[in-house]
């Protein structure tokens, strides 16, 4: 059973398209937290969030507690944000979606 | 200010021997967490360490692991006797004292083991 599960897996997209990567949970949390691993394996906390949006310059995350689900988008986006994106829930302890790998092309 | 270190980067073992991954937290942080990342797997916790405590250990194998953050120097996770399915990554995070939920990643340790 999976805590944490996201969609889609993989991801193409051209470059300066809209990307929207989806992440449900199945239980109450804490937070949740949005990173980023790039192809050379390095882990980037991208948001935390408890409630409602956050915006850091072309990312937004959001989040509905009602429904347990969080979104992370892309806009305008680039070759350089090619990477994994991975969804984790904090309860005691951090649970991690399996990833989606996103490959932008020019 | 130095962000979470960890050494070696790439650690090749043989079947039998014992692997040492070190994580140097962030100036100031006393938590860290240790979670693997089985080849084709998502990543999974392994450990939660205050100074010179274990708080949790629940994604821990129970035998061949442990893991330590002493008073002074890095935490260290050892892995006994290892074996081809210890191959994975090691990521090393560590919080500040008073926000359990905000962790800096490591770059990664890579164990393989022949």
């Known amino acids: 059973k999976n805590e944490v599960e996201q969609s889609p897996q993989n991801l193409t997209a051209q470059e300066g398209e809209f990307i929207t990567i989806n992440c449900s949970y199945s239980?109450?949390?804490?937070?949740l937290h949005w990173l980023q691993q790039h192809p050379g394996g390095g882990i980037v906390s991208l948001f935390m969030l408890s409630s409602g949006k956050k915006k850091h310059g072309r990312l937004i995350a959001t989040i509905n507690i009602q429904e347990k689900h969080s979104s992370l988008h892309i806009t305008a986006s680039h070759p350089r944000d090619s990477a994994v994106y991975i969804c984790?829930?904090?309860?005691?302890?951090?649970?991690f979606g399996t990833g989606t790998s996103l490959t932008v092309i020019p | 200010n130095a962000g979470v270190m960890q050494n070696p980067r790439h650690l090749v073992r043989r079947r039998g021997q014992e692997a040492r991954l070190r994580c140097s937290p962030m100036?100031?942080?006393?938590?860290v967490y240790w979670y693997r990342q089985l080849p084709e797997e998502g990543l999974k916790f392994m450990v939660y360490?205050?100074?010179?405590?274990?708080?949790?250990e629940s994604g821990m194998p129970k035998e061949r692991f442990s893991a330590e953050f002493p008073k002074e120097g890095p935490s260290i996770l050892r892995i006994q006797q290892v074996v081809r399915g210890d191959s994975a990554a090691y990521f090393c995070a560590s919080s500040p004292q008073s926000q359990k939920n905000e962790q800096f990643f490591g770059p990664g340790t890579r164990l393989t083991v022949l």
């Open positions: 984790a829930v904090d309860l005691d302890q951090f649970y």
């Open positions: 360490l205050q100074k010179e405590n274990i708080i949790d």
């Open positions: 239980v109450g949390i804490s937070a």
């Open positions: 100036k100031g942080h006393s938590h």
